[in-house]
């Protein structure tokens, strides 16, 4: 596969987006090493589903916004965030450190990845108090890190089959979330979907105990006043998050109480998004992913495409 050629027309474009994207994210703060050990192929390796869908910058952007969105209709997980974060005036500081993390576990070495994972359930066993209904919570308790994780993995693969502009075979959708385990179960989930049925099935149990109520109105306002580090923040801000509300479940569209004109906002958003994304993937040559597969001895290449369905990792 050729790696893709920068046109003289696209490059100024190209570029403006990668200055965008490093505005946002800036590399080198994480304290993440992608480029070693040399040939260690992590926790997923460069045969998984995994990695070529969290190298997708639109898709993992957009879809982070969804999950966040999908998150919030859970009290018991979202008072975990109301109580014992500053969601609310360092939002962007939550979403680069949730960034690293989903970046370190998928693509550094096994050893980094562990080191991740460890640090988080430190964190995780601080944080537990009561809901504005006194209905207890922890943010350790296997039935929330499920829920933590299932809306994160629906919502990554719903951005890259909607904005990576690669296709997705059925048994790679089914493939990456048998993948999710390595981390959600090292983070000490047990109910973790491992196909699309699966996936299915789970949601259709957790959406009794989801509500949109005050404090979830609340982090949607949050999300609509985002003020990014960049300069059109607020075009940019709303085309992501409109084109990740278009990757809501129609259930849960209804329930955050999205009328019909915002979801056709949130749909023409999305158009917006999947012409860009071929920019976005020329401007990021040189992200996690790739300095993965170089890390392995591979090209980053391969992200884009599909192995045979018998050598991909299970």
Known sequence: MVEPRIHPVTAPVAAALRRWVLGVFPRGQSGIDYDAPPGDPGLFGPDSATWRVHADFPGMLAGGLCALMLQ???????????????????LVGRLRRTTAFVAGTSFAGTAEAVRLIARVRAIHVHVHGTTAHGVPYAADEPALLSWVHASEAYAFLQGFRTYSGVGMPEWAQDRYYAEGHRVAGALGAIEIPASRAEMAMYLDTVRPHLRYDDRAREVLQVLARIRLPVPGAAISRGLFLGAGAALLPPWAERMLGFTAVQRVRHRACARVLRGLAPLFHIALPDGAGSRACRRVGVSPAILRAWPERESISG
């Open 72 to 90: 919030s209709l859970h009290p018991r997980v979202l008072a975990g965030v109301w109580d014992h974060s500053d969601f609310r005036h360092d």
